[in-house]
């Protein structure tokens, strides 16, 4: 017995050492030219995997077209994917590997704005350009420091601008938020506390919630007692529904409820159900297809992309995909261009203008590694649960 | 120190000098240093752990608590108030020590697990706060932009500096806690791991003793967590939280926690298993971290390093091992 246990405890080392040897030995895949490399990195999993998996998906998706149409000026299209588990060292370890190992000339992802933000000095000392799928303007400022950096996530500036512009033309000034304590709340939160004084909105009350709260009932009736015009809530996971829930039962409904993007999914809508009518919210347009006017455009690209990944993956297409999409397709598009030369795709991307892509059309500057304004976003409401454009 | 335990401590230091010259060639493996940088950093909240549950028989669930109060002591004071990373790091230290002491001390004065039950709720409200504090350590978007180290001068930037910066500072840890190990202090520390009761009626003042470790505990983690914010750049509250104490604390018992070397061999050899070699179990993880633990001490129950030494010949070992996997 005694020695059999040793045994087993002497196999499991020495498998995790061959594990180990596994990644070594086994070759890249060899086409008939070099092949062109694009390294990827997402939160495929972790509390993070709802933005990465789609982004995945994605970029695999658009990597085999690209092969399947012969390749970037007949160069094979390798894309090297690595999973950060939405972990900040995973993802700083995960892009040194694409770097040293995989010597990729670009970087696509990652996901999240904390990961994203712990590999940015990777890569402005590697000088290996990046295009972030995330949003936080961190990640882009301050330029002096982000030569290398890019990224294809409308800023939350862009997407709280967007709002009061609306509010504003409605003749709503005086608001209330509620904002969960994620990176993705907090973010927002600054902005909207920034951003209000300068554009003429009051905000009465600020409200700050868990992930995990399961009611929001007393933030509701806190912001009830300061008679707002209207309601923003900024949450990620079943807080933004609980939110709407919340909001019908206390008879709150004749205070306009505005929701993040991050509410932009049809399962959200299927969750909220009844509840979610009327409920607004700025949206890329990606997740608005099939409702933009003919003529726009980026319709035809957003129509493509949707049935591409839906008819594949059978589930509805997601903003977070879109990112990815965008990413990719820059990357490719530089690598068309000026070939596997960190330096050169830097200054490509960087003089890229009017890129049609799912987010919006793209217009980078030496001041501006996001391209994107608020006019690439689209006011939505929920109509008989689905979008519908807003009126103004 | 004995004759052979100099022997592995030069053999090690000599192992991990040559390391990042011996992947440093192959393009397949050259990462590794990276790994090893962030396995060193680790290694330092391991061999304070070590110290901790291996020689005081304490277990403390908040070292990733105190890694984040080391890291964002470093944090805030460089940028917010743009003072030398290199002087704030024995504030970081000594803010750790303070609030470990003035945590032992209740807890450690009581016999039995009450220190981990105590760091388990310390670490979970360390995470609240640094999430929730936004104006002090930017809250769940984390702070970035932190200034790297510099040593007359240059940016330690390089992996490979920073490499060694890292494990020197392991060395001379493991040369300091070797000495304590094996001055009077050492020997009361094992007695009250043996046996409590005994210690005490020998005269060894217990409770401050594991104070004293839970303390240097403490320290080194917030050195760790200097090092890991200079060098990363970038703070969020997701490297603080109760996974990383648990990962802290396998990482000690995988490789064997009565023996500071295992705790070197267990970090180093986790921090590959977790961020190079299982990455397929990703969300698995956890549970493949438990059958690593359930191998480990059903069979191993003195880590992976008892597997070491008895390959080193020493057949004297042989009968007290087994006693101790039966």
């Known amino acids: ?392 | 120190m004995s004759r052979k335990d100099w022997g592995i401590f030069l053999g090690t230091m000599l192992l991990i000098g040559v390391f990042p010259w011996l992947v440093k060639p192959f393009k397949a493996v050259s990462h590794y240093i990276d790994i090893m940088v962030f396995a060193g950093i680790f290694t330092l909240i391991s061999i304070g752990l070590s110290m901790l549950m291996g020689y005081a028989g304490q277990i403390s669930m908040a070292q990733a608590a105190f890694f984040g109060i080391g890291a964002y002591t470093s944090g805030i004071l460089t940028t917010r108030f743009g003072l030398n990373p290199w002087l704030v790091m024995p504030v970081g230290m000594l803010l750790a020590a303070v609030v470990a002491w003035l945590l032992g001390i209740p807890a450690l004065r009581l016999k039995g697990h009450y220190l981990a039950m105590a760091t388990l709720g310390f670490g979970v409200i360390v995470h609240i706060v640094l999430s929730e504090e936004v104006n002090w350590t930017g809250g769940p978007s984390g702070m970035a932009d932190i200034p790297s180290l510099t040593i007359a001068g240059t940016r330690l930037t390089s992996e490979i500096a920073y490499y060694y910066l890292v494990w020197a500072a392991v060395f001379l840890v493991l040369l300091f806690c070797f000495l304590v190990l094996h001055s009077r202090v050492g020997r009361a520390l094992r007695a009250i791991h043996e046996e409590q009761t005994a210690a005490e009626a020998m005269g060894v003042p217990t409770a401050r003793l594991k104070v004293q470790v839970f303390v240097l505990s403490a320290v080194l983690a917030a050195l760790a967590g200097s090092f890991y914010t200079h060098y990363v750049t970038f703070l969020n509250p997701g490297s603080f939280n109760l996974m990383w104490s648990i990962r802290f604390m396998l990482m000690v018992m995988v490789g064997g926690m009565q023996s500071l070397w295992g705790a070197l061999l267990g970090t180093v050899l986790m921090t590959f298993v977790g961020n190079e070699w299982l990455q397929v179990f990703a969300d698995f993880e956890i549970l493949a971290y438990g059958a690593i633990l359930l191998v480990v001490a059903l069979f191993l129950p003195r880590g992976l390093v008892s597997l070491i030494s008895q390959g080193f010949g020493s057949r004297k070992v042989r009968p007290s091992l087994a006693d101790g996997s039966s």
């Open chain 1, 1 to 392: 017995m005694r020695g059999l246990g040793k045994s087993l405890a002497l196999v499991v080392l020495v498998g995790v050492l061959l594990g180990g040897l596994w990644n070594i030995v086994i070759p890249s895949q060899v086409g008939a030219a070099e092949p062109y490399k694009i390294g990827a990195v997402f939160s495929i999993t972790g509390v993070g995997s709802f933005l990465g998996e789609p982004e995945k998906k994605t970029a695999e998706m658009i990597a085999e077209e690209v092969n399947k149409k012969g390749g970037i000026n007949g160069h094979p299209l390798e894309l090297v994917v690595y999973d950060d588990e939405s972990d900040t060292t995973k993802c700083n370890l995960a892009v040194k590997k694409l770097i040293k190992k995989d010597e990729v000339p670009v970087i696509v992802g990652p996901t999240r704005s904390g990961e994203t933000l712990a590999v940015v000095s990777v890569v402005e000392e590697a000088h290996v350009p990046l295009i972030s799928c995330a949003t936080s303007y961190k990640i882009v400022t301050p330029i002096e420091s982000r030569q290398w950096v890019f990224k294809v996530a409308a800023s939350d500036a862009h997407v709280v601008a967007k709002l009061f512009d609306y509010m504003k033309a409605k003749g709503w000034t005086k608001i209330a938020i509620m904002t969960d304590s994620t990176g993705y709340g907090a973010s927002a939160r600054e902005e909207f506390l920034r951003l209000a004084p300068e554009s003429g909105i009051t905000i009465l009350a600020d409200e700050r919630f868990g992930p995990q709260d399961t009611d929001l009932t007393p933030q509701l009736t806190k912001i009830r007692s300061t008679q707002p015009q209207a309601i923003v809530n900024w949450s990620v996971g079943p807080t933004q529904i609980i939110a709407v829930k919340n909001w019908r039962d206390l008879g709150m409904d004749s205070i306009p409820l505005f929701q993040s993007h991050g509410f932009g999914s049809k399962k959200n809508l299927e969750l909220a159900g009844k509840a979610a009518e009327g409920v607004m919210l700025a949206l890329a347009r990606v997740n608005v297809g099939p409702i933009l006017p003919d003529g726009q455009p980026q319709k035809k690209a957003i129509l493509d992309y949707t049935k591409a990944y839906e008819d594949r993956f059978k589930e509805p297409i997601s903003s977070f995909g879109g990112h990815a999409s965008d990413a990719m397709n820059l990357a490719i598009a530089a690598l068309q261009a000026v070939g596997p030369d960190p330096a050169k795709i830097r200054d490509y991307l960087e003089k890229t203008t009017k890129f049609v892509g799912m987010h919006g059309i793209f217009n980078f500057s030496p001041q501006d590694h996001n391209g994107l304004s608020k006019d690439d976003l689209e006011m939505v409401v929920v109509k008989n649960g689905d979008w519908a454009l807003a009126t103004w």
